[in-house]
Nanobody, 124 residues
Framework: VQLQASGGGLVQAGGSLRLSCAAS????????MGWFRQTPGNEREFVAA????????TSADSVKGRFTVSRDNAKNTVYLQMNNLKPEDTAVYYC??????????????????WGQGTLVTVSS
């Protein structure tokens, strides 16, 4: 499965962006789709995920109420809608596909496939 992330950019604090992750070579409905982010010198951090069977979503406390993950299985694409962005949201954002058990949803090691990353910069 190849994942292509897009939609990053520069935005002012309080603004919004929508990231997209398009898949090829596989069907996203077969996978848990996760979003992670990483800043220089830090480990990759879980942001949000969409479960494959139920479509239920989960997100990190730091983005709860501001970020929403969704998927369009017909387009084989998953999205991350980011609202009320803050400077601390600045990072490279990655989408990932895997089949983690529920308790491992937030673990990067549980995902098989990764997109190339898209940079989000939030100015204050």
């Amino acid at each position: 499965v190849q994942l292509q992330a897009s939609g990053g950019g520069l935005v002012q604090a309080g603004g919004s962006l929508r990231l997209s992750c398009a898949a090829s070579g596989g069907t996203l409905r077969d996978y848990v789709m996760g979003w992670f982010r990483q800043t220089p010198g830090n480990e990759r951090e879980f942001v949000a995920a969409s479960r494959r069977n139920t479509g239920s979503t989960t997100s990190a406390d730091s983005v709860k109420g501001r970020f929403t993950v969704s998927r369009d299985n017909a387009k084989n694409t998953v999205y991350l809608q980011m609202n009320n962005l803050k400077p601390e949201d600045t990072a490279v954002y990655y989408c990932a596909a895997g089949k983690p058990i529920l308790s491992a949803t937030s673990s990067p090691n549980a995902y098989y496939y990764w997109g190339q990353g898209t940079l989000v910069t939030v100015s204050s």
